[in-house]
């Protein structure tokens, strides 16, 4: 069943990046092909409000003690009781809100988990606000597929051992609900040059300054035609915070009311392959356990 979920990721539908991900986590970020792939291996530390919804990937960001912000497809299998880790440790959790007007492959691809009891042990990144993205260089990180811009990725997130990667971009298009970036050769790249990989998904694209860690991104989508996901040229697509401020404000802020008003409980659709009858052993196999 694990290598059939992983051929069907592969032909998933384009506004979905990273969903039936089943098997051992794995390496994060495709990179250059011209740095050492040392340069790209990450610690937990250097980005604390990392959380991790199944054991081979899907991400999200604390950005309240309580509150979790990812891509909404990515939340497939994120229920009630249901556990995320965030800074090693499993956190289960309340309630789940996706944003009402999601549109698989187009935009709103935004969800907020909300968690039964805060997180004590991680300072939250900030919701950025300001609309001033474009040409800003963001990092990223995460345990996703891996490979080079030459080969695009060749090692899925189901082949790897739980190695975490980071990489960085540059921002060329904030417009509406989007930004996106282009992963770029040679010396038109940052040092540290990369795109996400399979597994990804609900990532935060962020900065960091004196006061700490801001979220400006949710990695959603790739865009354009390409051989294999990941080579040089593909261009990455995340969800645009800032745009969403106002909504993000009123889910963690509003009552039970409010939010039953402006997000839905869980997505109106399932990825594409999978169907409600396959869903309980989806969410079984890929699910975060105690211990």
């Known amino acids: 069943m694990t290598k059939f979920f992983d051929k069907m990721r592969m032909t998933i539908l384009p506004g979905l990046l990273a969903v039936i991900l089943i098997a051992n986590m794995s390496e994060a970020v495709v990179r250059r092909d011209d740095v050492e792939g040392s340069k790209y291996l990450a610690k937990p530390d250097e980005f604390p409000p990392l959380a991790t919804f199944y054991v081979d990937g899907a991400h999200g960001t604390l950005v309240k003690p309580k509150w979790i912000v990812t ?58 606000t300001n609309t001033d993205e474009y040409g800003q260089e963001v990092w990223f990180i995460g345990i996703g597929g891996t490979g080079t811009g030459l080969t695009g ?18 921002i060329v298009y904030s417009e509406g609900t989007l930004i996106k970036f282009v992963f770029d050769q040679g010396e038109a790249a940052l040092p540290l040059e990369g795109v996400s990989g399979a597994g990804d998904s609900g990532g935060a694209a962020f900065v960091e300054n004196e006061n700490g860690f801001s979220v400006l991104g949710i990695s959603s989508r790739p865009e354009g035609e390409f ?30 009311t409010t939010r039953a008003k402006n997000a839905t409980s869980a997505l109106k659709e399932l990825p594409a392959g999978v169907t409600e009858d396959i869903l309980p052993y989806v969410c079984n196999d890929i699910g975060i356990k105690e211990g």
């Open 71 to 128: 891509a909404a497809h990515a939340t497939f299998c994120v229920t009630p009781e249901s556990l995320v880790l965030v800074n090693g440790t499993p956190r289960k959790v309340k309630a789940l809100y996706v944003n009402p007007d999601y549109t698989p492959g187009q935009s709103h691809d935004i969800a907020l988990v909300e968690l039964e009891e805060p997180v004590a042990d991680v300072v939250p990144a900030a919701i950025y």
């Open 227 to 256: 051989k294999a996901f990941g080579e040089y040229g593909i261009i990455e697509v995340y969800t645009r915070i800032s745009y969403f401020k106002d909504w993000i404000s009123l889910i963690i802020n509003g009552d039970e």
């Open 153 to 170: 990725q060749t090692v899925d997130n189901a082949e790897n051992k739980g190695v975490l990667r980071k990489a960085q971009n540059k």
